[in-house]
């Protein structure tokens, strides 16, 4: 029984990985450079309903972020602050308080950009350009599309059960 939930849950997870990336790479224009206005971000909310989640978007952003233009510093940086921000929003206490940990989690791949540019103008417009996008995709239109959600029992009982 402990191997079929093991592979149930390797499964789902394989399934959120790819359509994370997928949702990425769909929009390529609006999902790499200074304002990256990705969709697949919406999923990063799953998290607040149910830790599991964490591997599949993990390994979805890693693969998402190969296809990025600095596709090396992206899967460490971006990679590693997705991971955090997930650690985070597990601690919070509201979904939207939960949202707003991907927005601030953009300093981890903005120290690394620092470090490469050396430039601190251009760093702080990045920075606001990178949480601006951040905050958009997230904390307001995946709050609400995620409230919505909240009231469907079907869907909240699978996130759940994930």
Known sequence: ?????????????????????VLTLLLPMASYGPIQLRFSEIMVLLVFYNK????????????????????????VFGTLSSYIAFRLILKSKTLFKASLWPVLMVIVPALGTYFILANDAVLFIMILEFMASEFIMVSIIGVLIFKMLEKNDGFMKYIREF
Do not use: E
């Open 1 to 21: 029984m402990k191997n079929n939930l093991d592979t149930n849950f390797l499964v789902k997870s394989a399934i959120v990985a790819a359509l994370y990336a």
């Open 52 to 75: 599991r989640f964490i591997p599949g978007l993990v390994l979805g952003c890693a693969i998402a972020n190969l296809f990025s233009p600095m596709a090396a510093f992206d899967v």
